[in-house]
């Protein structure tokens, strides 16, 4: 967070944002992963994949401040325009080219697809608000 904030820094969101199809897996998945085997909570790493396949809706909308460029985006389309946030999340994490395998699939689709129903209804800010604040104010770092 301390390097977000360092305004030397600064970050181009077309780059950061582009073919997150292929940065998903090693580094969100990955790390998701290890803290599933931990026992720890995953809610950053459940709310950017939601927010991910989100940026589909808004993309298609014309909403979007940035253009969608991800070499998949083609292929997924399809999953993209499901309206069912639970059928999508489910979707989306069976692309393994995209997520791998997904541990605990069942529990972190269910989360997806619940955090998905939430940017959709209560919008980016207060989700983000709600599921990530209470984590930041507890972490020491």
Sequence with gaps: ?????????RHDMTRVGRNGS????????????DNIAARRPTP????LIAAWIRWFD???????VMRLIDTRAEAL???AAVTDPHRRAELFLARTDIFGAVPDRPRVQRAVGDALAELGRDGVAEVVRRRLLPEFEGSTR
């Design 58 to 64: 808004v993309a298609r909308s014309g909403d979007a």
């Design 77 to 79: 389309a399809e999953p």
């Design 44 to 47: 950053a790493a459940v709310l």
């Design 22 to 33: 292929d940065k998903l897996l090693p580094r969100v998945v990955a790390a998701m992963s």
């Design 1 to 9: 967070m301390r390097r977000f904030r360092n305004p030397a820094i």
